[in-house]
């Protein structure tokens, strides 16, 4: 079912409360078979307003959404990696082609300022021409040395796993869903996304554009309602699960997904710093850092919230990122008035107010922001830069998830090392030098899935085709390039052999055959020795 798009308008926008019930009862799979369940309220975070309502799905809708993609994943299946890649590329121009409508819609379940809508709009239609482009070439049969050579052959299948659950979180609705969901469907998959019960409409609509652009109906399946709830037995019901949000919540999948040997991976929290050298460039390490620290109000998993800057240019860099910070405007219009959007709601913004309180009376010194802004929404605080924050105070134990960085001077680059290495997280960090090769050393230093040299984050993630993803308490798996793909597929190992079975023929004698084997096996691991050593020779002579 396509939803109409008539006039009329939420905040000024091209949505009407009409429009987004129809996308409501998308939700499940059919077009109003659970619309009759109790309801969640979605709201507009810069006013607190409600825009719509989404039903609140049981553990019976859920196993009932997954059997429904199962069913009808194989005509999917049957559609050439090829012919999906066509799919995508109609999915991306789709995608483009409804821009406008898009970033309404984003911003009117996040709150967050239209150019942070944008950065993860381009996203979607990068990543699914990138899967068009490499999904066809990853899934191919694949030859490899057999066991024994001529006699002997193996070669490797990929075969999709079943169905994918995805599980989603509030912060970037829209490229956090499609960028794992693409590569799950691109390996012939049928995927049950489970978006945030705070920002679901965004993924119905891309659902609906997937089936637009030619994907069988049912098998992409949006489920929502209580995380726990919903969740929990979406974990339960799939062959495999993909969870984006914090560790917290992160263990308990992994643990339900471990207990029902089903793979997974897990994309989660950070605590990421930024170490800015002697050399670096200060105006751009400082503009840089706005836009690594303050980007979507700080809620950006990828977003830095402790930066080490050496002790020689630690108070020109402070200045001068106090005064980029200054200039910052908050707001939540339709359009690029405003720098900074609102935070999502009342947990968030009491959260990042306490962490900065607590900082406070522990004696750190607030350089800038410090407050909640009421005047101007519900959710907004400004955005603030802290120094001298005490090693036990909530800033420096946890993730704040909002914007607040703290900024300290170091002695030398090995201090800095050491500092950016010294939490469980391991996300992202980025490295300001105006030498790049001794940027990418340091970076090889830093214990983290992603270092961006000179930039905070954006050139990590768009390089689509490199993997992204944590260490330690950030994760486990990665999503993007191949290895975003791969870990949607089994591998099928298929051996065969010329002479029958491997074992002593009936005139050899068990022992002889055993010899034989010894033998064998030892003369094929000399020869592969020598080969070695050969081209080894050769490389150096050349
Ligand atoms: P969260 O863990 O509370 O929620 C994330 C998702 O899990 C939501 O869809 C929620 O409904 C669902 N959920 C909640 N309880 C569940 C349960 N018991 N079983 C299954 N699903 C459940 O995360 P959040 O606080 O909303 O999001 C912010 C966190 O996400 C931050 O820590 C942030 O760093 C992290 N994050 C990580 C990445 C990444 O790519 N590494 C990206 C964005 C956000």
Redesign the pocket.
């Known amino acids: 079912m396509a939803v109409s798009r008539t006039q009329g308008a939420i905040f000024g926008t091209d949505w009407t409360r009409a429009e987004l019930n129809q996308l409501a009862g998308l939700v499940g799979g059919t077009e109003d078979g659970v619309t009759d369940r109790n309801k969640l309220a979605v709201t507009y975070p810069v006013t607190g307003d409600e825009v719509g309502d989404i039903p609140l799905l049981t553990q019976a809708d859920v196993e009932q959404a997954v059997e429904r993609s199962r069913a009808a994943v194989s005509e999917w299946q049957d559609i050439s990696p090829d012919e999906r890649a066509e799919i995508f590329d109609r999915f991306a121009a789709l995608v483009e082609q409804h821009r406008d409508e898009l970033l309404d819609l984003i911003q009117l379940e996040t709150g967050k300022a239209r150019q942070h809508a944008v950065e993860e709009f381009i996203d979607v239609p990068m990543t699914a021409s990138y899967y068009a482009e490499k999904g066809p070439e990853l899934l191919a049969d694949e030859k490899r040395a057999g066991a024994v050579p001529v006699i002997s052959r193996a070669e490797v299948t990929y075969d999709p796993v079943g169905v994918v659950g995805i ?6 609705p829209f490229n ?1 869903s499609m960028t794992d969901l693409l590569p799950a469907l691109m390996a012939g998959n049928g995927v049950v996304l ?5 920002t679901p409409f965004v993924a119905l609509r891309l659902v609906e554009l997937l089936i637009e652009a030619g994907v069988p109906e049912d098998v992409c399946i949006v489920v929502t309602g ?3 709830v ?3 037995a ?2 339960d019901a799939v062959d495999y699960i993909t ?8 263990r ?2 992994a643990e ?1 997904a471990g207990r029902n040997l089903i793979d997974c991976s897990m ?4 605590k990421n710093p930024m170490v800015v050298l002697d050399d670096a460039d200060i105006d751009l390490a400082a503009r840089g850092a706005v836009h690594g620290c303050f980007t979507n109000a700080g ?4 977003s830095m919230e402790r930066i080490y800057a050496r002790e020689d240019i630690f108070e020109e860099f402070l200045e001068s990122f106090v005064a980029e910070t200054e200039q910052l405007t908050l707001g939540g219009d339709f359009d690029y008035t405003a720098d900074i959007g609102s935070l999502i709601d009342e947990g968030q913004l009491e959260r990042v107010a306490n962490h900065v309180e607590d900082a406070r009376e522990r004696g750190a010194t607030v350089h800038t922001g410090g407050r909640k802004r009421p005047d101007i929404g519900p959710l907004f605080y400004e955005p603030t830069i802290l120094t001298d924050v005490p090693d036990d105070s909530l800033p420096a134990c946890e ?1 704040t ?1 909002g914007p607040v960085v703290r900024v300290e001077p170091v002695s030398s680059t090995g201090d800095a090392i050491e500092a950016a290495n010294d939490t469980d997280y391991g ?1 992202n960090a980025s490295v300001w030098t105006a030498d790049r090769s001794r940027g990418h050393e340091i970076a090889r230093q830093i214990e983290s899935g992603t270092v961006c040299v000179n930039d905070a984050y954006a050139i990590g993630w768009a390089a689509v085709d490199a993997p ?3 260490v330690g308490d ?2 486990i798996g990665r ?1 993007h390039g191949p290895e975003g793909l791969k870990r949607y597929v089994e591998p099928k190992t298929i051996a065969s052999s010329a002479l029958g079975p491997m074992n002593a023929p009936p005139a050899v004698p068990d022992s002889l055959f055993a010899r034989g084997m010894i033998r064998s096996t030892q003369l094929l691991r000399k020869l592969k020795k020598s080969a070695r050593n050969l081209s080894v020779t050769l490389v150096r002579n050349n």
């Not at 984006?244 to 992160?250: F, K, L």
């Not at 809620?299 to 990828?302: I, K």
């Open positions: 599980i989603s979180p509030w912060n970037y956090l489970k978006p945030d019960e705070k209580d995380g726990p919903v969740g929990s979406l974990v969870f984006t949000g914090s560790s917290e919540t992160g308990i999948v339900q994309e989660l929290g950070g809620q950006l998993c990828l993730e998830f996300l992204m993803g944590g950030s994760g999503r």
